[in-house]
Each structure stands twice: as C-alpha cells, then as structure tokens.
C-alpha cells in the first residue's frame, strides 16, 4: 500500500495560477445586463431610502409631542400631541398583531 502512494506523483500547482485559470471559466454578464442589475439596486436602495426617512420623521414627531407634554403644565393637549399619541398607539398595537400573526404563521408551517 505504501509502493502505491509512493508511485503517484502529486502534481503542486501554483494558488495564482489556479485562481487563473479558474476566472478563465467564468461566464461574466454583459455590460447591459451589468447596468439593469444596479439601476434595480440603485431603485430598490432609493425606495428604502424614502421608507426610512419617512419612519424617522413619523418616530421623530411623536418623539418631540409627547416629550412637549411632559414638559408643559397647560392641562389641555394640542392637536398635534393627540395625533402623536394616536399614531404611537396604533404603532404599538401593530406591531404586536404583527408579532401575534407572525408566530401563529411559523407554528403552522412547523405542522
């Protein structure tokens, strides 16, 4: 057993070669289909963009109202801080349905 593997010769070939020849095979895009990829990467990265500063300005807003209502002595509320404690409320109930629903989901899919 030892003659063997004494008769086999192992071939060493260089990593950078290798590495190559090995990019020689790869099929690369085009530059068109290139250019499609990121202008939907680009939209995509835009539409989150917009999402996002929409969450901060909404998150923002309550944020501001309802640290003013601590801050004031007046007994009565602007309509603002009562649409900022609107909003923040129904955030708070979403996002628990949505929690709810989501594990109610992920049991019924282990089924």
Not at 15 to 40: D, H, N, Y
Not at 75 to 81: G, K, R, S
Request: charged content about 20%; hydrophobic content about 50%; aromatic content about 8%.
């Amino acid at each position: 057993m030892a003659k063997d593997n004494k008769d086999k010769k192992v071939k060493k070939v260089n990593p950078i070669t290798a590495t190559f020849s090995e990019l020689k095979q790869v099929s690369w895009p085009t530059f068109g289909i290139t250019m499609k990829r990121l202008g939907t990467v680009l939209v995509i990265t835009g539409l989150f963009l917009l999402v996002l500063i929409g969450i901060d300005a909404l998150l923002g807003f309550i944020h501001r109202e309802l640290f003013q209502i601590a801050a004031t002595t007046r007994d009565y509320l602007t309509v603002a801080q009562i649409s900022a404690l609107i909003v923040s409320a129904v955030l708070v109930v979403g996002s628990i349905v949505c929690f709810i629903i989501y594990k109610v989901l992920k049991s019924k899919n282990k089924d």
